[in-house]
């Protein structure tokens, strides 16, 4: 394992392009389970008018060889922060580049996108059918209701 920021001093990366994902080895290669990360806080900016947006992501996968090591996807996430994209291009493509990376038996991202301008979005990607035999539980995070 090379892992670049594990035990490290890691900045902030000036761009997602730029950021450095790191893989270690599944611990557990012959069973089939699910990895869920949680981003509650989730930051980007409007490409048009740099104003912040934030998002609840939730990151499902079920591993192959490989894991993706948190602290390179805190410091992926946190890049987004002085990033401008719309959501579509910030969830499709964390999942995309985690995928293409990774290689997991299957990945899925829910983008819960906090409204600006009075509207959420939400934004769902995934590989292809969950893999049988592995429980892949809801991701239970509730449509935006405001204050209603």
């Not at 930051?43 to 008018?49: A, V």
């Not at 104003?51 to 079920?62: E, K």
């Not at 996108?113 to 049988?132: H, K, L």
Request: one cysteine or more; charged letters at 20%.
């Amino acid at each position: 394992m090379d892992a670049k920021h594990l035990g490290k001093t890691s900045a902030l990366p000036d761009s997602p392009e730029a950021a450095e994902l790191d893989y270690v080895p599944n611990p557990r290669p012959g069973s089939r389970y699910m990895i869920r990360f949680a981003a509650p806080e989730f930051t980007s900016l409007c490409p048009i008018t740099g104003q912040p947006d934030f998002a609840h992501l939730v990151i499902d996968y079920v591993p192959g060889e490989t894991i993706v090591e948190s602290k390179s996807l805190k410091l992926f996430l946190g890049s987004f922060r002085n990033h401008g994209a719309f959501h579509e291009d910030c969830t499709v493509g964390i999942g995309e580049r985690l995928f293409a990376e990774m290689k997991p038996q299957w990945l899925r991202i829910g983008g819960y996108w906090y409204p600006r301008g009075g509207i959420p979005i939400d934004v769902f990607w995934q590989s292809g059918e969950a893999p049988a035999g592995v429980w892949i539980p809801a991701q239970d995070v509730p449509g935006y209701r405001g204050r209603g």
